[in-house]
């Protein structure tokens, strides 16, 4: 997050204590459905093209879409996609960013100089158009964009690794260690990464947040899931052109990524502040 943004979500949360918990109860209807949308929408892309696209009415609160599906149905069952990818993205890039921010932090020399220099070259990239081109030369898919969002994400959790490192790197704990002669892995490892663990998993919720808004614009053009499945951006996609029959097919995909985007990002500078005050 930008130190602009970042300082307008501090301002938010300061001014409204309740957006941090309403924040988290987004999240957790938000898994809640990823996780037990199979039960709670079994028939989510079952197709009726008698009803067709209707309106919001008994039976389909936000109504249908122009084949007949529940549109809320879909929109439950879109986070069984949205959410695991956007996850997966944030833990593989946090895997990545960990490993060579430590490496980069601990050992520096050429080893700091090639890692900032590949981080370097990575953000002078624009992530969302690489993985479109990257998608769209070897074929799409979901699986593909995720693995592309992974190397294209992994730089900003190497930098905040690092930079964690060489704050610790030369306290007390840390000569105490090496005068013990331990070996560097096991000084990085079970010494200086658990100190660093809470400023690396405030990075990832804000990856969480751009990961989903990233998949969701490539399976918005047809870049992540296939045609048909139940996706946030796909949804938003296959109902852009009815937006006067039924505008909440439109609407309520395009909110849902939105308001998870959001709640991600308030939980992750909330953490990220109370992380940096208990540090300083």
């Known amino acids: 997050m930008t130190a602009p943004a970042r300082t307008r979500g501090r301002a938010l949360i300061r001014r409204f204590p309740i957006a941090v918990p309403l924040a988290l109860a987004v999240l957790a209807v938000v898994v809640a459905a990823a996780a037990f949308a199979p039960w ?24 249908t879409d122009d084949l007949g599906r529940d549109v809320l149905s ?20 946090m895997l990545i960013g960990n490993l060579l921010g430590l490496a980069a932090g601990y050992f520096g ?17 624009p992530a969302l158009l690489v993985a479109i081109v990257v998608a769209g030369v070897l074929g799409g898919g979901y699986g593909l964009a995720v693995a592309v969002l992974v190397v294209l994400f992994a730089p900003t ?27 560097s892995w096991r000084i990085m490892t079970r010494h200086i990464w658990p100190n660093i ?7 990832a919720f804000l990856n ?10 490539l399976s918005f053009l047809g870049l992540g899931v296939p045609a048909g499945s139940p996706d946030w951006g796909r949804t938003l996609a296959d109902n852009r052109t009815q937006l006067l029959a039924n505008p909440w097919a439109v609407i309520a995909p395009g909110l849902a990524v939105i308001v998870t985007a959001a709640a991600l990002n308030l939980v992750g500078d909330w953490l990220h502040e109370r992380f940096e005050r208990r540090a300083r």
């Open 157 to 183: 959790d190497t930098r905040v690794v690092r930079g964690a490192v060489l704050e610790q790197r030369h306290r007390p704990y840390v000569e105490a260690a090496l005068l013990k002669n331990l070996s």
């Open 197 to 203: 663990v809470p400023v690396s998993l405030a990075s």
């Open 109 to 125: 020399g050429w080893t700091d100089t090639l890692v900032m220099r590949w981080a370097d070259l990575m953000f002078s990239l």
């Open 40 to 63: 709670l929408v079994p028939g989510a892309t079952a197709q009726d093209l008698m009803t067709g696209i209707s309106m919001p009415g008994p039976g389909h609160p936000l109504g």
């Open 74 to 93: 879909l929109l439950v069952a879109g986070a069984r996609t949205a959410v695991p990818g956007a996850f997966a993205v944030a833990a593989g890039s």
């Open 208 to 217: 969480f947040a751009f990961a989903l808004v990233s998949l969701s614009s």
